[in-house]
């Protein structure tokens, strides 16, 4: 039991003398020195305990502080990989979502102005064709002779300005002497014509209009069968 007490290393000891008067002198000790003292004393059994430890098994430090770096180095690699696939994806996925938003809006546009076109066309239709029954009391005044002075004036500016809408008059100038055509003509009678040509319009018996290629009212014509 002794022999193993002496063979085993103990740190040293170490006492502080904390008392005020010095037992050889009998005088009161500076107490700022021994706080100092007391100070360096702690500052070297903390280096001394840090050195120990520091040089307890240095490849074993050295090793942590590699398996640490690779760690932190895979962590940074794999989450930059996955943020990078993260962020292409997504952009992928947006870049799509604005083509299709695109296309969707051109489309909408174009319905947009051809159905606004549409019902511009329809609005001036509908115009045009309540104008009609106007246009033949003109007709009927003119035949008659009575279509004169300011009436006569505001009469051609009604007309210059529907046929600035697109109106198209098919009337007995426009129309003696031409092929019969079932589809803008409505034929009132068949009768021979030395003059016309069989199956050619003779007489207009109600002018006929047109609207953008649109037939508004059919012309109501007599038709030429032939000679006799």
């Not at 305990?49 to 770096?69: G, K, R």
């Not at 002018?207 to 012309?219: D, F, I, M, T």
């Amino acid at each position: 039991m002794t022999d193993q007490s002496n063979n085993e290393e103990h740190e040293p000891i170490r006492f502080t003398d904390k008392r005020r008067i010095d037992p050889e002198t009998g005088e009161l000790r500076d107490q700022s020195a021994q706080q100092d003292q007391q100070d360096q004393t702690g500052q070297q059994d903390q280096a001394a305990e840090t050195e120990n430890e520091e040089h307890a098994d240095p490849l074993s430090q050295v090793e942590d502080i590699l398996n640490a770096a690779g760690a932190e180095a895979e962590t940074d690699s794999g989450e930059e990989a996955v943020d990078e696939a993260a962020t292409t994806d997504e952009a992928a996925e947006l870049r799509g979502d604005l083509q299709r938003l695109q296309a969707e809006f051109v489309n909408y546009r174009r319905r947009v102005e051809r159905d606004r076109d549409v019902a511009k066309d329809n609005a001036t239709y509908s115009m045009l064709e309540a104008m009609l029954p106007v246009l033949d009391d003109i007709d009927a005044a003119e035949a008659a002779g009575d279509l004169d002075g300011p009436f006569a004036a505001i009469a051609r500016k009604l007309q210059n300005t529907l046929e600035g809408f697109g109106l198209v008059k098919h009337d007995g100038d426009a129309l003696v002497g031409e092929p019969f055509d079932p589809v803008h003509h409505e034929a009132m009678l068949r009768q021979p014509s030395d003059e016309v040509a069989e199956e050619h319009i003779v007489q207009v018996f109600r002018n006929g209009y047109l609207y953008n290629e649109r037939v508004l009212r059919a012309a109501q014509v007599m038709v030429s069968a032939g000679q006799e």
